[in-house]
């Protein structure tokens, strides 16, 4: 059974990944290692060592703290599952295309999205 902790850590990882337009093998290439070893990361099957975590934050550029960012165990049961809101490929094609989109044309897309939602 995995740890709800590695498997925030690998959803978090994949997420990056996917956001940067990195694939599993690219990632692997960076850090020395198969991309098998990722896709297990990713899934939480295998536990991040301290030292692997830190090259692969440098590789796709962040702290390594991001891959913590939105864990909290204080006063939540780690084990309960969480909804994965960046779980599919659908919604990280959508968020790496709409931050691809120049700033002022994705700033009235957003306002456009918002009326929607608010009028829905």
Request: charged fraction near 25%; proline fraction near 5%; include cysteine.
């Amino acid at each position: 059974m995995t740890h709800p902790v590695d498997r925030h850590v690998g959803q978090q990882m994949r997420h990056r990944r996917w956001m940067i337009g990195m694939t599993q093998q690219q990632l692997a290439d960076c850090v020395g290692i198969r991309f098998q070893q990722i896709q297990k990361y990713e899934t939480g099957a295998n536990r991040v060592s301290a030292s692997r975590l830190w090259d692969i934050a440098a590789a796709m550029n962040v702290p390594v703290s991001y891959f913590f960012e939105g864990l909290d165990t204080a006063g939540e049961n780690p084990d309960a599952p969480a909804p994965d809101l960046m779980g599919s490929k659908e919604t990280l094609d959508l968020l790496r295309t709409y931050y691809a989109i120049p700033e002022a044309q994705r700033r009235r897309l957003f306002d456009l999205a918002r009326a929607l939602g608010d009028a829905a």
